[in-house]
Antibody
Framework: QVQLQESGPGLVKPSETLSLTCNVS????????WSWIRQPPGKGLEWIGYIYYIGTTTKNPSLKSRVTLSVDTSKSQFSLQLSSVTPADTAAYYC???????????????WGQGTLVTVSA | SYELTQPPSVSVSPGQTANITCSGDKLGDKYACWYQQKPGQSPILVIY???KRPSGIPERFSGSNSGNTATLTISGTQAVDEADYHCQAWDSNTVVFGGGTKLTVL
């Protein structure tokens, strides 16, 4: 059973960079897409972006200019950096695996438990 | 950009059938999937590729997708099914989520 675990600071100051890492265990990071999704308190899910194990990325256009995604297959980890954060970036951040791709079928079959990141001075 | 619309809330009596809709332009031409999320927990995939159930998901969960609407159906709804449900689709290399629907079982 694939398991994902997010790690990183729970508090980030405005204008600084939010950095999170997702550790993948119980399965290979190779040959899959991996994604970050966030959820502001009391609100819906927002897709941030995804990265293929070889490093190819696609990002949400609304966040693209502030998002950096990276992957380290030797450590079975992938990471998110979100720059110039504001209180509006306060959210639970989830990492997730994209299930086996079939045409336009994209879905997330395994999720991390999520980590709450608060942006505040 | 592509948008998916869900009703904010749906109520159902125990044992009855709950239908949760997700609307988007020509959504039936895309694949839809559904996640269940209980308070304080991460989402769980309950339906993918419109109507397929992952291993471990009860048979009372089913899905359909046609025209502009995808529907998650829960037959014989149980109290344990009370949760938020999110639809999701993929369009032009981007992932889109609906706003989520709170299902109340009362």
């Amino acid at each position: 059973q694939v398991q994902l675990q997010e790690s990183g600071p729970g508090l980030v100051k405005p204008s600084e960079t939010l950095s999170l890492t997702c550790n993948v265990s119980g399965g290979s990071i190779n040959n899959y897409y991996w994604s970050w999704i966030r959820q502001p308190p009391g609100k819906g899910l927002e897709w941030i972006g995804y990265i293929y194990y070889i490093g190819t990325t696609t990002k949400n256009p609304s966040l693209k200019s502030r998002v950096t995604l990276s992957v380290d297959t030797s450590k079975s980890q992938f990471s998110l950096q979100l720059s110039s954060v504001t209180p509006a970036d306060t959210a639970a951040y989830y990492c997730a695996r994209v299930g086996p791709i079939s045409g336009s079928s994209w879905y997330f079959d395994f999720w991390g438990q999520g980590t709450l990141v608060t942006v505040s001075a | 950009s592509y948008e998916l619309t869900q009703p904010p809330s749906v109520s159902v009596s125990p044992g009855q059938t709950a239908n949760i809709t997700c609307s988007g332009d020509k959504l039936g031409d895309k694949y839809a999937c559904w996640y269940q999320q209980k308070p304080g927990q991460s989402p769980i995939l309950v339906i993918y590729q419109d109507k397929k159930r992952p291993s471990g998901i009860p048979e009372r969960f089913s899905g359909s997708n046609s025209g502009n609407t995808a529907t998650l159906t829960i037959s014989g709804t149980q109290a344990v099914d009370e949760a938020d449900y999110h639809c999701q689709a993929w369009d032009s290399n981007t992932v889109v989520f609906g706003g989520g629907t709170k299902l109340t079982v009362l």
